[in-house]
């Protein structure tokens, strides 16, 4: 199965700037997706990271506040933009491979924003 | 996708089975049972599936009732390891473009 890295790890980061998280896949990967989790809260899904076309956002999450990039068949970045304090969470990006059932999950990124 | 039901915690004794329901009484014939779990601090794992019948890995075993409106997963000799949220997921089959949403699951505490 696949193998997914994020960087950076964890970060803390000042109100008013933005962040580049990368996830990296050690293989081919037809979808990356990302999601933001909360302080004691379940998983939600920020959006679908699309080869070669723009995301899929889900419904409250906008392509001003939250950019994704997807060069590649084995890269991703999200971006969080003008944070504040409410983008406080760990962020964690996953993928799918074709003929596999299950996703892949990476470590996450943890975000504290003063 | 239809909705689940998960108790929101659980205890288990280590040594001991546990056993997490799942209700989903709105599940359509083509959707299938997903369950992952989240071990503090990582990003979620899968752990099984199934569509009708009962189904047995390595790490778990899934029961699923003959309406498919519930099921359980049993967790078979539950160790200090296996505390986490359990999430139950319904939906279509899995592929690598189907997206998978997340509701609030089961925090189970394993306890020595």
């Known amino acids: ?114 | 996708d239809a909705k689940t039901t998960q108790p929101p915690s659980m205890d288990c004794a280590e040594g001991r089975a546990a056993n997490l329901p799942c209700n989903h009484s709105t599940i359509s014939g083509n959707e299938y049972v997903y369950w992952y779990r989240q071990i503090h601090s990582q990003g979620p794992q899968y752990i099984i599936h199934g569509l009708k019948n009962n189904e047995t890995n390595e790490m778990a075993s899934l029961i699923i009732t003959e309406d498919r409106k519930s099921s359980t997963l049993i967790l078979p000799h539950a160790t200090l390891r296996d505390t986490a949220v359990y999430y139950c997921i319904v939906r279509v089959a899995l592929g690598a473009t189907n997206k998978l949403i997340f509701g609030t699951g089961t925090l189970l505490a394993v306890q020595p």
């Not at chain 1, 050690?26 to 990356?32: C, F």
């Not at chain 1, 076309?53 to 906008?62: D, K, L, N, R, W």
């Not at chain 1, 304090?85 to 943890?110: A, M, N, Q, W």
């Open chain 1, 1 to 114: 199965s696949a193998v997914i890295s994020q960087k950076p790890s964890r970060d803390i980061c000042q109100r008013g700037t933005s962040l580049t998280i990368q996830c990296q896949v050690d293989s081919q990967v037809t979808m990356m997706f990302w999601y933001r989790q909360q302080p004691g809260q379940s998983l939600t899904l920020i959006a679908t990271a699309n080869q070669g076309s723009e995301a899929t956002y889900e419904s409250g999450f906008v392509i001003d506040k939250f950019p994704i990039s997807r060069p590649n068949l084995t890269f991703s970045t999200l971006t969080v933009s003008n944070m504040s304090p409410e983008d406080s969470s760990i962020y964690l990006c996953s993928v799918g491979k074709t003929g596999v059932h299950d996703k892949i999950f990476g470590p996450g990124t943890r975000l504290t924003v003063l």
